[in-house]
């Protein structure tokens, strides 16, 4: 048992702190949410040259050879400064899904250029039908031509779908919507003929997109990982992708914490600290638990799926308190900063905005509780 | 980061295992932890632990033990909750009042105490709690004053829980009495024996049916050398030893068999026809309970890592008391819920389900966020200790 970081980790970690606390301030985060494209390629290039993109990426393909704990370390100082832009969708959903499912000559292909700061991928994954989390219920068809396949349907809520190079789609090519047979993935050019994309008003301001595939052609070295077989990456990915995303609220609500403490200790009614009163103050306590909770069992599941070890209750387990904790320290954190806080202006707004976006993304708390069903026996 | 346990203790969690599985009986679990109090029973399946080696195994050479890490008595709290048992049978002494005479107490104390408490062989009782001193325990009146070689005590303690079987009473009193000393600054800590002439007991019986006590002291008069460390640092022993206590007592996984047994009754009970289990609402709350369980134990294994590295813990172990306890409740509500009327027989009714275990709980569950300090004053700790919010 150890729940210390190794130094290298550990700098890391401050590394991140302070280069997202000078080059992401809140005024840019604000600039981004009303940006069409949602990140700064400047900032994008400075990131990339920290090695950030490749971080568990072999070195042999551009990459620092780092674990998944390297990842959610970073991912969680991530959270913390609310930095926008392509980051999880090109290094976890596109990375992750490369590395799991990937051929050596795609990875070989792909992942030196994310690794440079020179591709921004994602996963065209949910689809309208999908009106709770589903994994499955895909239909976007892929037919099989001579030496390619022709994508046919629409995908929504595709994370920086507008700045993506490319999408990697999830198709059905066998059997019907909700089977977790039949599936496949392909490597997918923004820009070919037939992909449109739009960005969708969103309560984060996060540029989720959709994407229609009318008649895209695909050539047939672009299918990643065995045919109808992309189901069990996709299952790989998801999971990582919940613990990353679990990694990203956990440090957002520590700075929602840390403003509420802050706060409490400066504003004066009925003549005493607000930190005083013990209802201020068991609001702070919760949040902490509820925080200090998560962010154990988030580094607890990241670290079963390091060691390959059987995850799936942990994972599921730390999606669902997660989301909950999250959605709760930000109602508390409301509480706390009062009308102040409901302001626009605020930095508060920018936290209970993206906590919302993050329960819903990879299966909300309920979501997961199904999954945390069957593994105790329903 | 490495939430796995080392070849060593994983080996010596197979041994204990196989020992349980054959000698902890529900009786004897009872026994440890609810209604029944220990008896004949707890106390030989304590003697047999020691001598199968299972405690002592984080307790220094000297004293009989073999000198491992805390972790090992963590694996044994583990198991024994995984089995309904609560805690380690004599409790008071093994995993709160020894560590402190460990920590702080005399040569003379540590050979004659440690060694029996290690053999399983002798319970302590705390006697911290007065009539008008519950969370504001410095207030406490019990007086010792010096006599010679001797201290003689006046007073009266409440919520003693093991003082009708144990052999010591840890007691806390007052030994300065000048104005203006502040009131925490002036509690020595004792161990005097139950038998000494002067003391009374006298049962009080809780909700749930366990048996706690007052115990009155009337000119009882404890040699010197049963002091505890300093003269009037007792009440810093206390503090310093809440910590631990906390990792100790408070074991997640002792709610184990209960969501365990729950799930169970889902299964296989019908309600029109179908079995529970199939109600998307029980499987959600029971799912949500499954989740908490592992936040749980992530709160025990994160202060108990902090313990076994001998990191100063602040308010980690009170998070763990605070959700482990508060989950119990969240808990039997659920499975009150879930037995719906037949949640209220008690034991020894025919139509009682899973034993009247959840009834029981129910009634004990009461206790929990109040017992070893209230969630609310748990709370002020984690807010004051843990986040730097100043006192009102």
Known sequence: ?378 | MDFGYTEAEEEFRHRLCAFLNRELTEEIARQNWEDKGVGPEAREFSRQLAAHGFLGMSWPKEYGGQGLPPTYDFILLDELGKRWGAHIPLDVGYTMVGHTILRRGSEELKRDFLPRIIRGEIEFCLGYTEPNAGSDLASMKMRAVADGDFYVFNGQKTFNTEAHYAEYHWLAARTDFTPNVPQHRGISLFIVDMNSPGITVRPLLTMSGEQTNEVFYENVRVPKSRMVGEKNKGFYYMMEAIDSERNHVFTPCRLMPLLHDLIQYAKETQFNGRPLAEDPRIQDQLAQMAVELEVAQVFAEHSRWMESKGIPMTYEPEITKVFTSELEQRLVDIGMEILGLYGQLEEGSKWAPLRGRIEWYFLHSFMTTIGAGTSEIGRNIIAQRGLGLPRG
């Open chain 1, 1 to 378: 048992m150890d729940f210390q970081f190794t130094d290298e980790q550990k700098m890391l970690q401050e590394t991140a702190r302070d280069f997202l606390s000078k080059e992401c301030p809140k005024t840019f985060v604000r600039a981004m949410e009303r940006d069409v494209r949602g990140y700064s390629p400047e900032l994008w290039r400075k990131m990339a040259d920290l090695g950030w993109m490749g971080i568990t990426f072999p070195e042999s393909y551009g990459g620092m050879g780092g674990d998944f704990l390297d990842l959610i370390l970073l991912l969680e100082e991530m959270g913390r400064a609310c930095l926008p832009g392509p980051f999880f969708s090109t290094v976890v959903l596109g990375g992750v899904t490369l590395l799991e499912g990937g051929s050596e000559a795609q990875q070989r292909t792909f992942l030196p250029q994310i690794a440079n700061g020179d591709l921004v991928l994602t996963l065209a994954h949910t689809e309208p039908a999908t009106t709770k989390f589903d994994p499955f219920l895909i239909t976007l068809k892929a037919k099989a031509q001579q030496r390619s396949y022709e994508l046919e349907g629409t995908k929504l809520f595709v994370p920086d779908a507008q700045v993506a190079n490319w999408l990697i789609a999830v198709a059905r090519t066998e059997g019907q919507a909700g089977s977790r047979e039949g599936l496949s993935l392909f490597l997918v050019d923004a820009k070919a003929q037939g992909v449109r994309r739009e960005i969708l008003p969103t309560v984060a301001r996060d540029k989720q997109g959709a994407v229609f595939f009318q008649k895209v052609r695909v050539p047939a070295e672009n299918l990643l990982g065995a045919l109808h077989e992309g189901g069990k990456v996709l299952e790989k990915v998801l999971a990582k992708a919940a613990i990353a995303k679990c990694a990203e609220m956990i440090g957002g609500a520590r700075f929602v914490l840390d403003m509420g403490v802050s706060y409490a200790k400066e504003r004066e009614q009925f003549g005493r600290l607000i930190g005083t009163f013990q209802a201020v103050q068991h609001h702070c306590a919760n949040m902490a638990i509820y925080i200090e909770g998560g962010k154990y069992i988030t580094y607890k599941a990241a670290w079963l799926q390091n060691k390959g070890l059987p995850s799936a209750k942990l994972v599921a387990s730390a999606k669902a308190w997660v989301s909950d904790a999250y959605k709760r320290v930000v109602g508390l954190g409301h509480q706390i900063m009062a009308g102040t806080g409901y302001m626009e202006e605020h930095d508060m707004p920018l936290y209970s905005r993206r906590a919302k976006a993050a329960e819903l993304a990879f299966g909300d708390a309920s979501y997961h509780r199904k999954l945390v069903a069957k593994e105790i026996g329903f």
